[in-house]
């Protein structure tokens, strides 16, 4: 099975502590993790801050979830697949004839750019939602379990990677995909007590044992007092013996 170097969220507000973390996490060239890029420095800073981490090493994870009609984001994905980023999101409930246009157009933006095709990973249900919110709020019936099963099998058939899931929901993904779909996992915590908005957490070893093909840790690590003993931690946690 494909498993990833874990995927570190720099969720910072400022750029100076984006590129010291940047810094800090690139030492060990040999064990370098993915790094995830979102709304927040990305709408600051735009595809300069994808620059600067790629001029250390990293592989890109560009976390921008992208959801609108099928031309918007068909176009939308045309421009991120010129950037050179290894992974980009869309929300898989803006339906599968969505899915399939942002497909085409990162694939049409990476080929003109010369750039490797980025990997297209659908948000299932965020992690932030319990079947609470998922029923009085966005009025959809059945259980979480059942929603992610349904959003992860129309982004197979929609020719995406694979899915944002929590490692809990792996199981009934795997059921209704293709063996190669990929379940990347955020939802981490080192300790099950510190939830922060998460609502559905597992650790390193129990994402691993659940089968997740890379997981997405970010306060764990960028609050740490030493983010790099906390990425190494995660790391042996994750990947056990892998190099």
Not at 173 to 191: H, S
Request: charged share 25%; aromatic share 4%; proline share 5%.
């Amino acid at each position: 099975m494909e498993r990833f170097e874990p995927i570190v969220a720099i969720d910072v507000q400022d750029k100076r502590e984006a590129v010291q973390l940047f810094d800090k996490l690139s030492n060990d060239t040999d064990h370098m993790p993915i790094v995830k890029i979102g709304m927040e420095l990305f709408y600051a800073f735009g595809p300069g801050i994808i620059k600067q981490a790629k001029e250390r090493g990293f592989k890109v994870f560009l976390d921008l979830k992208s959801h609108d009609i099928p031309n918007t984001v068909e176009r939308a994905m045309a421009q991120l697949g010129r950037l050179g980023v290894s992974f980009v999101t869309v929300h898989a409930a803006g339906g599968s004839e969505m899915m399939k246009a942002g497909l085409r157009g990162l694939e049409q933006g990476a080929r003109e750019a010369r750039n490797a095709v980025p990997k297209m990973l659908a948000i299932t249900q965020l992690t932030s939602i319990d079947e609470n919110i998922m029923h009085n709020e966005q009025h959809i019936p059945g259980t979480v379990m059942e929603s992610v099963q349904n959003y992860a099998r129309l982004a197979d058939e929609s020719g995406l990677a694979g899915v944002i899931c929590s490692a809990k929901e792996i199981k009934a993904i795997r059921e209704v995909t293709n063996p190669d779909f990929l379940c990347i996992t955020p939802g981490i915590r080192l300790d099950l007590n510190d939830h922060d908005d998460q609502k559905r957490v597992v650790t390193p070893i129990q994402a691993a044992e659940l089968g997740s093909n890379g997981i997405v840790v970010g306060r764990p690590i960028t609050q740490s007092n030493d983010p790099v003993a906390a990425y190494k931690q995660i790391r042996r946690d994750f990947l056990g013996g892998q190099q």
